[in-house]
């Protein structure tokens, strides 16, 4: 699953522009380094005409009294009658440059190379859920020969060829692979072991991707 991300890098940053070149606003945003479910996020809408928005992490649950939906796996969601009829036209990217993932409660985090920028796969709701922003909820795909010793799942992490197809205005086709995810990107992520400041969704400081020497048991992962 993908349960925290960041964006560290400031809105307008030249890399950021680079990966998402249809944004034409971008407001003025902080640096997040642990961007958690129920907070808000930013967000680019299919398709990519304007700025940037703001959607809530976390999908309504369908039974009363769960948690809200944060991930939906890519694989399945045209089996899903509540994600196939958001995929033709409520998809969305989260900027991000980093992910989290934990292996028992060990969190390492993900980037690319020089914390280049990627793009989160999203599909958002259609606001008829209540008031406040448009909720949504990350993809996840099989994970990646780097992830895998972590986690047996990874976020749909999208190139900037990856985010214009995912916000392309005609809906991909449904019986063709999920599209937009190009291992390559994700092929190159950097890995390393990080403290328990990001375990806490309150903290949201540089120590929660800082590194730190990883358990003996771990220590053969790559990149660890």
Same mark, same amino acid.
């Given at each position: ?23 034409? *606003? ?12 129920? *907070? ?42 509540? %994600? ?96 937009? %995810? ?38 053969? %992962?790559?990149?660890?």
């Amino acid at each position: 699953m993908c349960g925290r991300y960041s964006l560290t890098l400031r809105a307008g940053h030249a890399k950021l522009r680079q990966l998402l070149p249809a944004v034409a *606003q971008w407001p003025a945003l902080e640096p997040r380094y642990n961007i958690g479910p129920g *907070q808000a996020c930013a967000a680019v809408r299919a398709p990519a005409v304007g700025g940037l928005e703001w959607l809530t992490w976390g999908w309504p649950a369908q039974r009363p009294g769960a948690r809200p939906v944060i991930n939906a796996r890519a694989e399945t969601i045209t089996r899903i009658s509540t %994600f196939r009829e958001a995929l033709p036209d409520r998809r969305a990217v989260l900027p991000a440059d980093g992910f989290y993932e934990w292996r028992d409660r060990q969190a390492y985090y993900f980037q690319l190379p020089e914390g280049e920028p990627f793009g989160l796969a999203a599909l958002w709701t259609d606001g008829s859920t209540g008031p406040g922003p448009p909720r949504c909820l990350v993809l996840t795909t099989a994970p990646n020969p780097i992830v895998a010793p972590i986690h047996d799942r990874m976020p749909v992490v999208l190139d900037r060829a990856g985010c214009a197809r995912w916000l392309a205005p005609r809906p991909p086709h449904i019986n063709e692979p999920f599209p937009g %995810f190009d291992p390559g990107p994700a092929g190159r992520l950097t890995v390393w072991p990080v403290g328990s400041a990001v375990h806490s969704v309150a903290r949201d400081e540089p120590a929660c991707c800082a590194r730190v020497n990883p358990p003996r048991q771990l220590s053969l %992962f790559p990149g660890a």
